[in-house]
């Protein structure tokens, strides 16, 4: 899952919390969703300014990353940690370190019977340095964002590239049933 840092004032300050279950709800608008236990500081926050951010960590920032997650906001002030930077929404603060940053308003919060709400977000405006692009578009070997692994409890880079979406599979389909056969023989 991808590790990120999600963010929302509460009581004023920023406050930063370790979020990996999250990901893309649409493309248009662009929406997308995090799911966050019921005891987290982070959430009295979004509910009080009605937006969020989502921000993206590198792998040089895994030891800060675990730490905003391991300790909570309302024991341990976080707002310094980062230095802070408000777009659009003016209330979402985001992380300057991190090569990704995702503003967010909340659109809906979903309470499905367990311990987690889900927040529904629009993405109102997205972030990043040139030197996290090619062609303007994010570059995911400059990002190098941490991938969490929720069984072994580990975090993790990314590997190889691997193939073209929607691309790579065509060659399946040309030879896959070739290779089927071989493989039941």
């Known amino acids: 899952m991808p590790t990120t840092l999600v963010g929302a004032r509460v009581n004023g300050k920023p406050n930063y919390l370790t979020v990996a279950f999250c990901g893309v709800v649409q493309a248009s ?5 995090v799911t966050l236990g019921k005891i ?4 009295e926050g979004i509910r009080e300014n009605q937006c969020f951010s989502v921000n993206i960590p590198s792998q040089d920032m895994v030891a800060v990353t675990d730490y905003c997650g391991i300790v909570s906001g309302k ?9 802070t930077f408000y777009g659009k929404l003016e209330t979402a603060p985001m992380i300057r370190d991190c090569p990704v940053n995702l503003e ?3 659109i ?14 629009e993405i109102v405006e997205s972030y990043a340095e ?8 994010p570059d995911i070997e400059k990002i190098k ?11 993790w880079g990314i590997g190889e590239h691997l193939g073209k979406a929607w691309s790579i599979g065509k060659n399946f389909a040309e030879g896959g049933n070739e290779k089927k056969a071989e493989n039941a023989r």
């Open 29 to 33: 608008p662009p929406m997308i969703a």
């Open 40 to 43: 987290h500081h982070t959430n």
């Open 75 to 83: 024991r341990t002030d976080k707002s310094e940690i980062f230095e």
């Open 104 to 106: 967010c308003r909340l």
């Open 108 to 121: 809906d919060i979903l309470d499905l019977g367990g311990a987690s709400e889900v927040f529904i977000g």
């Open 130 to 137: 040139e030197r996290y692009l090619c062609n303007e578009i």
């Open 145 to 155: 964002p941490i991938v969490f692994s929720m069984y072994d409890n580990n975090y």
